[in-house]
């Protein structure tokens, strides 16, 4: 069968510090404003989702939303989180031997896409520095693609066909709009927690295909599903497969 596989990068891939880069211009202005960091932070959350349910790849620009945030407290911006974030995104990592499983992985699928909901203006570092374009045909971006990873648009290239399969490590980015959409979907369960289901009201009812804790164990599964798709497909076009398993 022919698979397209988009795979996440933060938290899927590979670690990086836009966090503690983002914790750290918020922390600017909360000591500007002389309030509480938490208050900056849902300040910056209520901008964040607000975007994000509408799709807007600015939902992801650090930039922006600090200007937004920084103006709210009437503070003057003078923190930049992308230069910043060059600064510091060689202490970026790799996770869970992520290259020898893209290698094994780009040698079974049709198309191998990177996806993530991250601007190419702050990936593009974490990508060169980690070497991780060469195993993909596409790097998919919010800023490239004109939204982000809960609209349908993110998934439509390439348009000629093939079983569609999402992996990554957030439920309601990777697993449940992907699902929504249509596509099968391998969750890379690092974490319990997803802030942005409790924000957007998703009850995660919707569940993955396969569940994963670490990247390791992705090319198992990945032949696991394709074993059932196999069957299904083969079920579907001779019927004479399901008599015979049934017994007849």
């Given amino acids: 069968m022919k698979y397209v596989v988009y795979v996440d990068l933060d938290g899927t ?19 500007q404003a002389g309030c509480g960091l938490r208050e900056v932070e849902l300040t910056s959350w ?16 650090w930039d922006y939303i600090y200007e937004k945030v920084s103006g709210a407290f009437g503070t003057s911006p003078g923190f930049r989180i992308d230069r910043r974030f060059e600064e510091l995104c060689g202490s970026s990592k790799v996770l869970d031997n992520a290259h020898e499983v893209l290698s094994r992985l780009r040698s079974v699928v049709r198309v191998l896409a990177l996806a993530t909901n991250g601007l190419l203006k702050y990936q593009k570092c974490v990508i060169e520095l980690l070497d991780l374009s060469k195993y993909f045909d596409l790097v998919l971006t919010p800023d490239v693609v004109g939204c982000l990873k809960n609209c349908a648009k993110f ?6 066909g093939g079983v569609r399969i999402a992996v990554g490590d957030n439920y309601t980015f990777d697993v449940y ?13 690092r974490s319990s927690s997803d802030p942005y289901a409790e924000w957007l009201g998703i009850d995660r009812t919707v569940r993955p295909d396969i569940a994963i804790t670490n990247l390791e164990q992705l090319l198992f599964q990945f032949y696991r599903l394709d074993s059932v798709l196999r069957f299904s497909s083969l079920y579907r076009s001779d019927s004479s497969v399901f008599l015979l398993f049934a017994g007849f």
């Avoid at 209520?46 to 620009?61: K, M």
């Avoid at 998934?155 to 000629?160: A, E, K, L, R, W």
């Fill in 13 to 31: 891939l590979a670690v990086s510090p836009i966090s503690s880069v983002i914790r750290e211009a918020y922390e600017h202005i909360a000591e």
């Fill in 46 to 61: 209520r901008i964040h989702i607000d975007l994000v349910r509408r799709s807007d790849p600015l939902a992801f620009d």
């Fill in 177 to 189: 709009y992907p699902k929504v959409f249509g596509l099968k979907t391998i969750y890379v369960a």
């Fill in 155 to 160: 998934y439509s290239t390439p348009s000629d």
